[in-house]
């Protein structure tokens, strides 16, 4: 009984271990474990993601691997594809392409649709005034995702 009760803790540590190394915050924004931003999409409905094909390909989602287990506040949503995403609060997690390096968030406003998540789940709000990328070129051609 003793051995059963301590493979199950050590199971449930473990799962939520694996989950808590994949979330931080980097000066107030969320990322994965690697310094990556992670996004919102306005788009999206309760629990299910709106964001397929040319979407996906610039603001890949954060998988779910198998046997990750939702803490409070996340979930693991289904995509269409039959594959699992990250969620906050319902709402599904992504990366953004254009996000050459770990702590960048070029991807915050984009199209008044796309939002990184600051400390404590607030979304940022967007910025007024176009981004501007190196070279003068405006940040973010997925508008109208």
């Known amino acids: 009984m003793n051995k059963l009760m301590l493979a199950t803790l050590t199971t449930a540590f473990a799962a939520n271990l694996s989950f808590a190394q994949s979330i931080a915050f980097n000066n107030g924004v969320m990322t ?5 931003t992670l996004y919102t999409f306005d788009k999206d409905t309760a629990n299910k993601s709106n964001c397929y094909g040319g979407c996906a390909a610039a603001w890949p989602p954060f998988f779910a691997k198998d046997g990750e287990q939702a803490k409070t506040g996340f979930s693991i949503v289904a995509r269409d594809d039959g594959s699992k995403q990250w969620a906050m609060n319902g709402k599904p997690l992504y ?3 254009a996000d050459a390096r770990p702590g ?3 991807g915050d406003g984009d199209g008044g649709v796309w939002h990184v998540i600051r400390r404590g789940g ?8 176009a981004r501007q990328a190196a070279g003068g070129y405006p940040v973010g051609s997925t508008a109208g995702y």
């Open 122 to 129: 607030a979304q940022a709000q967007p910025k007024a005034a």
């Open 104 to 106: 960048d968030i070029r």
């Open 32 to 36: 994965d474990n690697a310094g990556r």
């Open 95 to 97: 990366y953004f392409l």
